[in-house]
């Protein structure tokens, strides 16, 4: 190890408030970065899956619409 | 090789092989980041002129390497779009925008935190640091212009030829240390040279270069399958891969 200990990696002689500024923006930026595009993956197929099942709910009343329909015969007079 | 060409360009391809590669992205990425981060925080040696601060090194030329690097990948696909109308190179430059801008703000923001020790300023107008601000607006005004345009089509072909435009910027960042007189230092890595620094400086470096690298491609990768489902979910095969989960 460069220094003698965790403290003086920690002080890094008067240079450590700038070392380690940068590393913790860095670090969050990219850990909110990743995890944002992970998020917005799922919410992305989870918006899908809904629209399927709407979809689906959609086609099912229509069929069942479709069914009921009825082709009863209609007495027209023949008079 | 045309083969190749044309199944890249299918969406459903492109989505089943990068499921298959990201792991080992994510893996490889944040173990080789997080050993050139060690390497370089606590075991590389101190800078005889820089002192301590010189450790910014160690994120700072990754960020600003890969910031660059992001935008000429970017310019690649733009010409693919134009030429080829290919979907999945708008997908491309869509998807990772927002993260060349991420990693351009940070190469500004850790190249500022190390100026203020090393030159006594967090920032000076000179031609490394302006042509790296104009990076950042370009990744904005891509971002910009792909928003304010509803059309897929008339949206992917501005943002292209915007994109292309700014490539100019690239070979001004590049030669700015040694066309004007900067406070920049020179480059830290050249192909064709051997590194200045010792070995315990730069492979560290190296290290954290090549898993930001891999990283970025998984955030690609992540970023360019939530395009292609939003834009493909008409399609049987989406459909299925949300229902069945497989590809």
């Given at each position: 190890?460069?220094?003698?200990?965790?403290?003086?990696?920690?002080?890094?002689?008067?240079?450590?408030?700038?070392?380690?500024?940068?590393?913790?923006?860095?670090?969050?930026?990219?850990?909110?970065?990743m995890i944002a595009s992970v998020r917005s993956r799922s919410a992305t197929i989870e918006s899908c899956r809904r629209g399927y099942?709407?979809?689906?709910?959609?086609?099912?009343?229509a069929a069942a619409s479709a069914t009921s329909a009825s082709f009863a015969r209609v007495n027209v007079s023949q008079d | 090789m045309w083969q190749f060409f044309h199944k890249l360009g299918s969406p459903k391809w492109f989505f089943g092989i990068s499921t298959r590669f990201m792991p080992w992205?994510?893996?490889?990425?944040?173990?080789?980041?997080?050993s050139g981060v060690i390497w370089g925080l606590a075991f590389a040696p101190k800078d005889y002129l820089q002192g301590n601060s010189y450790r910014i090194i160690?994120?700072?030329?990754?960020?600003?390497?890969?910031?660059?690097?992001v935008y000429i990948m970017m310019a690649s696909a733009a010409l693919v779009t134009l030429v080829w109308r290919m979907k999945l190179a708008d997908v491309f430059v869509k998807a990772v925008a927002p993260v060349g801008l991420i990693l351009?703000?940070?190469?500004?923001f850790t190249g500022a935190v190390w100026g203020k020790p090393t030159?006594?300023?967090?920032?000076?107008?000179?031609?490394?640091?302006?042509?790296?601000?104009?990076?950042?607006?370009?990744y904005g005004g891509v971002i910009a212009l792909d928003r304010a345009i509803n059309d897929?089509?008339?949206a992917a072909r501005a943002v292209a030829v915007l994109v292309l435009v700014g490539v100019v910027n690239i070979p001004i960042i590049k030669y700015s240390v040694e066309w004007w007189n900067t406070l920049h230092q020179p480059a830290t890595f050249k192909l064709t040279e051997k590194p200045s620094m010792p070995a315990e400086m730069w492979v560290p470096l190296l290290l954290s270069v090549l898993g930001l690298y891999l990283i970025f491609g998984w955030l690609a990768c992540v970023r360019m399958q939530t395009?292609?489902?939003?834009?493909?979910?008409?399609?049987?095969?989406?459909?299925?891969?949300?229902?069945?989960?497989?590809v």
């Open positions: 190890m460069a220094f003698d200990s965790f403290s003086a990696l920690i002080v890094m002689e008067g240079h450590g408030p700038y070392v380690w500024a940068c590393y913790a923006v860095f670090f969050v930026l990219m850990a909110l970065m099942e709407l979809q689906a709910e959609k086609s099912t009343v | 992205l994510l893996a490889g990425g944040l173990l080789l980041l997080m160690f994120i700072h030329v990754p960020t600003a390497f890969m910031a660059q690097s351009t703000f940070l190469a500004l030159w006594g300023t967090w920032w000076i107008w000179d031609a490394r640091l302006t042509s790296m601000l104009i990076l950042l607006f370009l897929e089509k008339s395009e292609i489902l939003s834009r493909e979910q008409r399609t049987r095969w989406v459909k299925e891969f949300v229902t069945k989960g497989r």
